[in-house]
């Protein structure tokens, strides 16, 4: 048996169809402009899916469902039911539900040693989820919110059950999916930013490296940033006194982690020969240094589900600070694993202008192993 | 106190419950198109001896003949005392059946990727490679400090773009592919990689590992398949496969040869082919050349086996070559089919995800020259009954 944890925020994306920006705090709003619900209709493709999964490919195990009760879980799992699996009312849900009813069912689920906690939301529910499970608990979304930046999604129901399918039968790695989510405080000021909040565990398709013909062997994410941090190390080496400026997220942060230097996951920090000269730096800081440092390298890799390399989580990378550094001296990094669910590259610097001038290029390279690069294409 | 070796048994351990360890079945007795595998007599399709040449009389009869006159084995490394006239010979061989001005030949295809490769790139180069490269050339580009680049599977235009970015960040290209793919049985477009290498230029290497003996006029390789021999910077192939013996061939310039063995250190520092094998592969070559009906029957095999498959019902793929993929879906029908075709007598292995996608996995079968249609009809049958049981076709 796989013991699954499984909560469906039933409000989630009912804002999305009457033009709000989220259904958190505004589920009056919402109702009183004729939003209907979204995530039934989501949870039950994605349950019709994973059970025609498991039959299709004779997978054994079978699930058992840690569930909360009505809305959050319950109804959808009483109405669609399956051979593959059995669920269990563990937690209570308040009417109307709020964040409170998901993040303790969180606790209850931790309890229970889920060894995967399925969600039905947006990224709100995934940033309520994440704040109580940390990265204890691999979590992994059924598309149904207003905004879907964080990369603990499937692309759509049916790719979340394809990737619980895959969980189960035992051929899924753990890997970090970003957290994000918009910036409250801005977005009362009027403006719109995607903020990094942290990252949490997903499972990921692993890396496969061929042994024989006939035979492959899965290499871990961790294994991978490595490999990746290897090269990027050795490129210090071999440009002295460059200024290396480290973007956010872990996989950059396997740089840091290579050299033995502090990092922040959120930030960005700088190094010069392999020292660390600043850490979590801010757009006025990064100017100055570019002043002092005539070479420059910037290390970024995709944040979130939707492949952007710039414009989510670090405003500190401003245009100016883009536009001073030089797309020819961007080094997009990422693990094959998540390059492979982010097909296109994405930019949106605040500034239309330098936007364009990435989509000029077409294609980035991108390292994805040891001193390997595969172009991929920046597109909208 | 650390146990100094325990990682082996949990190495093995872990591997034996992914189900991920070798079963090694033996084979009693040669090499055949109808052979006993692990006890059982079964129709071989999933050797490399296309050609059956391993069982060749004149193939024996040369390798006891350099026996008796240069004794069992070489007693050096090539370099230095173990560089016998039958090595050159082997080799002269070699460069007139490609139509190049020269070849070398190391002790297995293997050591020559992992030889070669990581000399002819270094700091500062690039080598491109396709996605699907085989292993041995993928351990080659490891050894290097070149930057590598991989484009999609067979794509020219992607391939041209990984050029166009590199044209003015590195000093050497180096473009690395297999002519055949083992996997799928498709053919490298050689032919417009090296128009691209020119416009590019970039150095060519292609791993014809799967072609030698099989694609060309008189099994001559990718060179020739294409009408571009001489031209392809590095045509490296192996004696294991349709030649039917062992050892690892590079054919190409004098200046390549040169290089190649005073750089690849697998040639230096490894002891050179006993004579028996010199002689098996310059008779091998040999008959190539005089007996052109292996060729003509290992593609005539080819053609009616694939014919019957895709009547059946059966999807083949887009193979070009006389490696066949009998295409059936989900992993666990793969391994079904597989076993029920060997319990019917033929032996071919089941290649399942990750190897393949998950809706791919197959059963990969490589004709032999040496099986008659009475074998093949028999294979068909086996492959129809296994089929209809598990409602596949
Ligand atoms: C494409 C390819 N290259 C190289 C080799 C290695 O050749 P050898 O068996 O001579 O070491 C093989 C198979 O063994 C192969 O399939």
């Not at chain 2, 090539?78 to 020269?102: C, M, Q």
Request: glycine letters at 10%.
């Amino acid at each position: 048996m796989a013991l699954i944890g499984f909560i469906v925020n039933p409000i989630a994306g009912m804002g999305g169809r009457v033009g709000l920006k989220g259904t958190d705090g505004v589920l009056k709003e919402a109702l009183e402009l004729g939003a209907e619900p979204v995530a039934p209709q989501r949870v039950e493709v994605f349950l019709r899916r994973l059970d025609s999964i498991i039959e299709s490919r004779g997978i054994e195990k079978r699930i058992e469902w840690l569930t909360c009760s009505d809305g959050m879980g319950e109804d959808s799992l009483r109405s669609f039911a399956s051979d593959y699996w059995e669920y269990e009312v563990d937690c209570e849900s308040s009417a109307p539900t709020t964040a409170e009813d998901t993040k303790n069912a969180c606790k209850i689920l931790l309890g229970k040693n889920v060894s995967l906690i399925v969600f039905c939301g947006g990224d709100g529910t995934a940033r309520d989820i994440w704040q109580t499970v940390g990265e204890d608990v691999p979590i992994i979304g059924i598309p149904s919110g207003v905004k879907m930046h964080s990369g603990v999604f499937g692309m759509n129901p049916e790719a979340t059950a394809e990737i619980v399918a895959e969980f189960i039968s035992g051929e899924m790695d753990v890997a970090e999916g970003e957290i994000l989510d918009l910036d409250e405080e801005k977005y009362r000021k009027g403006e719109w930013h995607i903020q990094l909040f942290g990252t949490a565990k997903t499972p990921h398709e692993p890396t496969y490296v061929q042994v024989s013909k006939v035979q492959v062997e899965a290499v871990g994410e961790d294994a991978i940033k490595e490999e990746i941090a290897e090269s990027i190390v050795e490129d210090m080496e071999d440009e002295p006194d460059t200024l290396f400026i480290l973007g956010s997220g872990s996989t950059v942060g396997a740089v840091s982690q290579e050299l033995g230097i502090e990092f922040s996951l959120l930030g960005v920090d700088t190094v010069v020969n392999k020292e660390l000269i600043a850490k979590d730096v801010n757009e006025s800081k990064l100017l100055s240094l570019l002043d002092q440092y005539p070479k420059v390298r910037l290390v970024i890799s995709p944040i979130g589900a939707q492949g952007f390399i710039l414009g989510r989580g670090n405003l500190q990378l401003s245009p100016e600070v883009i536009r001073r550094i030089g797309i020819d001296n961007i080094t997009v990094i990422s693990p094959p694993a998540k390059l492979a669910q982010t097909p296109v590259l994405r930019v949106d610097t605040g500034d239309k202008e330098l936007d364009e001038m990435f989509y000029e290029r077409q294609y980035l390279r991108v390292v994805f192993r040891y001193k390997t690069m595969k172009l991929v294409k920046v597109g909208k | 106190m650390r146990d100094p070796s325990g990682f082996m048994r949990e190495e093995y351990q872990d591997l034996v419950e992914k189900g991920f360890d070798w079963k090694l079945r033996v084979l009693e007795g040669p090499s055949a198109p109808r052979c006993k595998v692990d006890g059982k007599d079964v129709i071989m399709l999933c050797s490399n001896n296309y050609l059956n040449m391993s069982n060749h009389p004149r193939l024996i009869a040369a390798a006891k003949k350099a026996l008796e006159t240069h004794g069992a084995g070489s007693g050096s490394v090539r370099p230095i005392a173990g560089n016998l006239d039958l090595h050159f010979e082997a080799e002269r061989a070699v460069a007139k059946f490609k139509h190049t001005e020269s070849a070398l030949i190391y002790q297995t295809g293997f050591a020559a990727n992992a030889g070669l490769i990581p000399q002819l790139a270094g700091k500062g180069d690039i080598i491109i490679s396709d996605e699907l490269n085989h292993g041995s050339i993928i351990d080659g580009v490891r050894l290097t400090k070149a930057d590598r680049a991989i484009f999609p599977h067979r794509n020219m235009g992607e391939l041209e773009k990984v050029l166009q970015d590199s044209d003015k960040k590195h000093n050497r290209i180096l473009i690395v592919s297999d002519g055949v793919f083992s996997m799928d049985g498709d053919i490298q477009y050689m032919d417009q990689i090296q128009k691209l290498a020119d416009e590019y230029g970039a150095m060519t290497f292609v791993d014809d590992a799967h072609g030698e003996g099989v694609i060309g006029p008189d099994g001559r390789g990718i060179g020739a398949h294409f009408g571009i021999a001489g031209k392809i910077d590095v045509e490296m192939g192996t004696f294991s496969k349709a030649y039917g013996v062992v050892g690892g061939l590079i054919a190409g310039s004098q200046d390549l040869v040169n290089f190649a063995l005073n750089k690849s250190r697998t040639w230096l520092l490894s002891g050179s082919h006993p004579p028996q094998v010199a002689a098996a592969q310059i008779e091998a070559i040999k008959v190539l050349e005089e007996e052109p009906e292996h060729v003509n029957n290992l593609w005539d095999n080819t053609k009616y086996f694939k014919n019957e498959l895709i009547s059946m019902g059966y999807d083949c793929g887009q193979s070009e070559t006389p490696i066949t993929p009998v295409i059936v879906g989900e992993s666990h029908k793969a391994k079904a089919l597989s076993e029920r075709t060997f319990e019917l007598g033929v032996f071919a292995l089941p290649i399942v995800f990750p190897m393949v996608a998950r809706d791919a996995a197959r059963i990969r079968t490589m004709m032999n020259a040496g099986l008659t249609k009475d074998d093949l009809n028999e294979a068909l049958a086996a492959f129809e009954k296994a089929g209809k049981e598990l409602e596949i076709i």
